[in-house]
């Protein structure tokens, strides 16, 4: 839990008000602007109460939130906003929400990311709220001159118990002039009085989505504003030699063309020509004409079937570094019952976000301005600064709504590319890239092989398990997601265990995708124990009861590799939000026909514990399914948005199975082989589950966020499901990959 630094105890000048902390994860205080005595903004200037950075009241009593995260649409825009209107007591449709810039001296962190969100801000916007409705409170008290105890706020007004009333906007002048009250004098509204937390409510940009409204930064336009695109190397890493600038220059709506060096960094300022023009289509249409001579550099002798076949060759070797060892699991597997030995492999897939990337920028007297949909403003940047040397109060970032993340807009290369360009210009500039460019020139999730050995004993209880996992890297690190941990489960649960993991050295540009590493591991894990749970004769849901055992809590870094990537596992929630969904599935207690079936998996990430079960259906053709979708959850103590929270979850499950179906990035040559939605196939409604069944199990933990936990169990749900039907078992993604046909 976050607290205030420094505590508030007596009387503050609003002036100074509630000074920001430094907090990990970006959370905040409470307030978050520092002015010298006597300054004013605006807002105060002309009357408004402004008590802290995230709220605005005028004295007509209209009422502005301001949300510092990025959106991107997981809701966060209108779930946090909801956080602080409860506490304020002011009714939602009044409520006017604005996007914050990227200002974390005003604001605190500003980030999407690792369902972060909302555990880093929940308790304090809590605060925020309740701090300036106290103050309004007092400023009514005051007026009537009466104790504020004998008053309450309700729905943006100020009621005595004698029944005078004082609006919000008519206490605005008074509650201007009040010192900030303390911290522990702020008494917050209780759960059972929350009249907005946990309804549903709307995301409030979606009139302006649905209507064609300018929200997301490819609407950006600015007065005198260019447009440029970006041709980069279609093998990774390399570099320009020559372009056809001088025939460029002189095509329809080109104003000028010219090549950028890079910074040699294939994550930040990749070397490219840059286009300028008068629209984005003649841009676009000169780039078909460019030519140009590239240095492809050396990734042009790697390709991921390269890649799969040394791991086949390497995979009875010693693995590069061993991440866990308990017990002896070759001598377990040699006296075990029965053993089981797997190969799961997976390939490198694009975030195919349906808004490509772009930002605008405008370099102008000695100011870098920046439009751009960020996901982590502060990368951005700080790249800017970095490579263009730039200092970082001369960077002024807004940030636009994005129109899909899943970790790809954490990664800031199209915003440096932006500014790059910018810098060589006197006018604004709208770079975008084609649909090519963002699956060409993405930062994937890595593509990943498992070699599994596992036993279980006479009674079937799993004794030995062996994972030599392959991975992705470069410089010595894996990529993002890449990189497993000692503690992953079932590590620390199995006495006998071993975990190796050997990296590849290759220059392909990885990132995190949503829920990294998570999004694949407890496919891998869930399958295999699912294999272990019938070479056993076990029931799956059984055997996973049983291998998460009796303690309440499972602690980090046991054995070798100290779970420095791990940490504690609350143990008791995975059991109880497994036997929820269970119960809400019935498991157990449907027969089905040859050709369906039932499957279940758990897992925990970013603070959220969710078990799913899927019911399937594949035909004799191979044709797959989905009947029925079920998840638990216990994201703890509060569902902020009841709507937000299932639209999350119900999101999850079809990108979940959407990856599964049909996406995968072959690489050869050091470059993509698909380049567009036509050989990169999504998934389309005709493939999404039938039903989809969300249910919260509410427990008394801090409220996490939504926008990754969910997805992790749902592919290896899905296969055990397709066992359970066809006997088949799926060890690869994606199934595009794998004949389902049964007889």
Request: glycine share 12%; hydrophobic share 40%.
């Given at each position: 839990?976050?607290?205030?630094?420094?505590?508030?105890?007596?009387?503050?000048?609003?002036?100074?008000?509630?000074?920001?902390?430094?907090?990990?994860?970006?959370?905040?205080?409470?307030?978050?602007?520092?002015?010298?005595?006597?300054?004013?903004?605006?807002?105060?200037?002309?009357?408004?109460?402004?008590?802290?950075?995230?709220?605005?009241?005028?004295?007509?009593?209209?009422?502005?939130?301001?949300?510092?995260?990025?959106?991107?649409?997981?809701?966060?825009?209108?779930?946090?906003?909801?956080?602080?209107?409860?506490?304020?007591?002011?009714?939602?449709?009044?409520?006017?929400?604005?996007?914050?810039?990227?200002?974390?001296?005003?604001?605190?962190?500003?980030?999407?990311?690792?369902?972060?969100?909302?555990?880093?801000?929940?308790?304090?916007?809590?605060?925020?709220?309740?701090?300036?409705?106290?103050?309004?409170?007092?400023?009514?008290?005051?007026?009537?001159?009466?104790?504020?105890?004998?008053?309450?706020?309700?729905?943006?007004?100020?009621?005595?118990?004698?029944?005078?009333?004082?609006?919000?906007?008519?206490?605005?002048?008074?509650?201007?002039?009040?010192?900030?009250?303390?911290?522990?004098?702020?008494?917050?509204?209780?759960?059972?009085?929350?009249?907005?937390?946990?309804?549903?409510?709307?995301?409030?940009?979606?009139?302006?989505?649905?209507?064609?409204?300018?929200?997301?930064?490819?609407?950006?336009?600015?007065?005198?504003?260019?447009?440029?695109?970006?041709?980069?190397?279609?093998?990774?890493?390399?570099?320009?030699?020559?372009?056809?600038?001088?025939?460029?220059?002189?095509?329809?709506?080109?104003?000028?063309?010219?090549?950028?060096?890079?910074?040699?960094?294939?994550?930040?300022?990749?070397?490219?020509?840059?286009?300028?023009?008068?629209?984005?289509?003649?841009?676009?249409?000169?780039?078909?004409?460019?030519?140009?001579?590239?240095?492809?550099?050396?990734?042009?002798?790697?390709?991921?079937?390269?890649?799969?076949?040394?791991?086949?060759?390497?995979?009875?070797?010693?693995?590069?570094?061993?991440?866990?060892?308990?017990?002896?699991?070759?001598?377990?597997?040699?006296?075990?019952?029965?053993?089981?030995?797997?190969?799961?492999?997976?390939?490198?897939?694009?975030?195919?976000?349906?808004?490509?990337?772009?930002?605008?920028?405008?370099?102008?007297?000695?100011?870098?301005?920046?439009?751009?949909?960020?996901?982590?403003?502060?990368?951005?940047?700080?790249?800017?600064?970095?490579?263009?040397?730039?200092?970082?109060?001369?960077?002024?970032?807004?940030?636009?709504?994005?129109?899909?993340?899943?970790?790809?807009?954490?990664?800031?290369?199209?915003?440096?590319?932006?500014?790059?360009?910018?810098?060589?210009?006197?006018?604004?500039?709208?770079?975008?890239?084609?649909?090519?460019?963002?699956?060409?020139?993405?930062?994937?999730?890595?593509?990943?092989?498992?070699?599994?050995?596992?036993?279980?004993?006479?009674?079937?209880?799993?004794?030995?398990?062996?994972?030599?996992?392959?991975?992705?890297?470069?410089?010595?690190?894996?990529?993002?997601?890449?990189?497993?941990?000692?503690?992953?489960?079932?590590?620390?649960?199995?006495?006998?265990?071993?975990?190796?993991?050997?990296m590849f050295e290759t220059g392909w540009p990885m990132g995190p995708w949503r829920a990294p590493g998570s999004c694949v591991f407890a496919w891998v894990m869930h399958s295999f124990i699912d294999e272990l749970a019938h070479a056993g004769g076990r029931d799956p849901l059984e055997l996973r009861l049983?291998?998460?055992?009796?303690?309440?809590?499972?602690?980090?870094?046991?054995?070798?590799?100290?779970?420095?990537?791990?940490?504690?596992?609350?143990?008791?929630?995975?059991?109880?939000?497994?036997?929820?969904?269970?119960?809400?599935?019935?498991?157990?207690?449907?027969?089905?026909?040859?050709?369906?079936?039932?499957?279940?998996?758990?897992?925990?990430?970013?603070?959220?514990?969710?078990?799913?079960?899927?019911?399937?259906?594949?035909?004799?053709?191979?044709?797959?399914?989905?009947?029925?979708?079920?998840?638990?959850?216990?994201?703890?103590?509060?569902?902020?948005?009841?709507?937000?929270?299932?639209?999350?979850?119900?999101?999850?499950?079809?990108?979940?199975?959407?990856?599964?179906?049909?996406?995968?990035?072959?690489?050869?040559?050091?470059?993509t082989v698909p380049s567009n939605f036509n050989d990169y196939p999504l998934i389309r409604i005709t493939d999404a589950p039938a039903k989809i069944e969300t249910h919260f199990l509410k427990t008394n933990y801090p409220t996490t966020g939504l926008g990754e936990p969910a997805l992790p169990p749902v592919a290896p749900a899905i296969c055990n499901a397709i066992?359970?039907?066809?006997?088949?078992?799926?060890?690869?993604?994606?199934?595009?990959?794998?004949?389902?046909?049964?007889?």
């Amino acid at each position: 839990m976050n607290t205030l630094a420094p505590t508030l105890s007596g009387p503050v000048n609003r002036r100074d008000f509630l000074k920001l902390t430094g907090l990990a994860g970006g959370g905040l205080a409470l307030a978050f602007y520092i002015k010298s005595a006597g300054s004013a903004s605006a807002a105060e200037a002309a009357g408004d109460f402004t008590p802290n950075a995230f709220i605005r009241i005028t004295p007509s009593g209209a009422v502005t939130i301001v949300s510092k995260q990025p959106e991107m649409g997981q809701g966060v825009k209108t779930s946090l906003p909801m956080v602080i209107a409860e506490q304020l007591e002011v009714p939602w449709k009044q409520i006017t929400i604005e996007q914050g810039d990227f200002d974390e001296k005003k604001y605190g962190g500003q980030s999407a990311g690792g369902s972060s969100s909302t555990p880093s801000n929940y308790d304090n916007f809590h605060l925020v709220g309740a701090t300036a409705r106290t103050m309004l409170v007092e400023a009514a008290a005051q007026t009537w001159g009466v104790p504020a105890s004998e008053c309450r706020a309700e729905n943006a007004t100020v009621i005595h118990k004698s029944g005078k009333v004082l609006k919000y906007g008519e206490l605005v002048a008074k509650a201007a002039t009040l010192p900030v009250p303390a911290k522990d004098t702020v008494v917050l509204k209780k759960e059972k009085d929350f009249k907005l937390l946990g309804s549903r409510v709307a995301q409030f940009d979606t009139p302006k989505i649905v209507t064609g409204k300018p929200l997301f930064g490819i609407d950006t336009k600015l007065p005198g504003m260019v447009y440029a695109v970006y041709e980069k190397c279609p093998a990774f890493g390399g570099k320009v030699v020559s372009a056809n600038l001088d025939q460029i220059k002189t095509l329809p709506g080109v104003k000028d063309a010219f090549i950028i060096e890079g910074n040699g960094k294939v994550k930040e300022l990749v070397p490219g020509v840059a286009i300028i023009a008068d629209s984005t289509w003649s841009a676009f249409s000169a780039r078909k004409q460019l030519k140009v001579v590239w240095d492809e550099g050396k990734v042009v002798s790697e390709s991921w079937e390269g890649f799969v076949t040394q791991a086949k060759e390497k995979a009875a070797q010693p693995g590069g570094r061993t991440l866990r060892k308990d017990g002896d699991p070759d001598a377990a597997l040699a006296s075990a019952a029965k053993k089981v030995e797997a190969e799961y492999i997976y390939p490198f897939i694009s975030h195919a976000n349906l808004e490509p990337q772009n930002t605008t920028a405008h370099w102008k007297d000695g100011v870098m301005e920046v439009w751009s949909p960020t996901q982590i403003p502060s990368i951005g940047s700080g790249l800017v600064s970095r490579v263009l040397g730039i200092p970082a109060d001369k960077i002024k970032l807004h940030i636009t709504r994005a129109g899909g993340g899943f970790g790809r807009r954490i990664g800031a290369d199209y915003l440096i590319e932006a500014a790059a360009i910018a810098h060589k210009l006197t006018v604004p500039v709208k770079l975008t890239w084609s649909r090519e460019d963002d699956l060409r020139h993405d930062q994937y999730r890595p593509g990943g092989i498992h070699f599994l050995k596992g036993g279980v004993d006479a009674q079937g209880k799993v004794v030995a398990w062996k994972n030599h996992f392959f991975t992705f890297g470069e410089g010595g690190n894996p990529g993002s997601g890449g990189s497993l941990s000692g503690d992953e489960f079932p590590g620390r649960w199995i006495a006998n265990y071993q975990a190796e993991q050997t990296m590849f050295e290759t220059g392909w540009p990885m990132g995190p995708w949503r829920a990294p590493g998570s999004c694949v591991f407890a496919w891998v894990m869930h399958s295999f124990i699912d294999e272990l749970a019938h070479a056993g004769g076990r029931d799956p849901l059984e055997l996973r009861l049983e291998l998460l055992g009796d303690k309440d809590e499972m602690p980090a870094g046991g054995g070798a590799g100290k779970g420095k990537q791990g940490g504690g596992y609350n143990v008791a929630r995975m059991r109880n939000v497994l036997k929820f969904a269970a119960e809400k599935a019935g498991w157990g207690q449907k027969k089905f026909p040859k050709g369906s079936g039932a499957g279940l998996a758990f897992h925990f990430s970013h603070r959220g514990y969710f078990a799913q079960v899927a019911e399937v259906t594949v035909t004799k053709e191979g044709q797959l399914k989905v009947d029925r979708f079920v998840t638990g959850a216990d994201i703890g103590a509060q569902v902020v948005n009841l709507s937000g929270a299932e639209n999350q979850v119900e999101g999850s499950v079809i990108d979940g199975l959407g990856v599964l179906l049909t996406q995968e990035l072959n690489i050869e040559r050091g470059r993509t082989v698909p380049s567009n939605f036509n050989d990169y196939p999504l998934i389309r409604i005709t493939d999404a589950p039938a039903k989809i069944e969300t249910h919260f199990l509410k427990t008394n933990y801090p409220t996490t966020g939504l926008g990754e936990p969910a997805l992790p169990p749902v592919a290896p749900a899905i296969c055990n499901a397709i066992f359970a039907a066809t006997g088949k078992r799926v060890r690869q993604m994606p199934l595009s990959r794998v004949d389902l046909r049964w007889s």
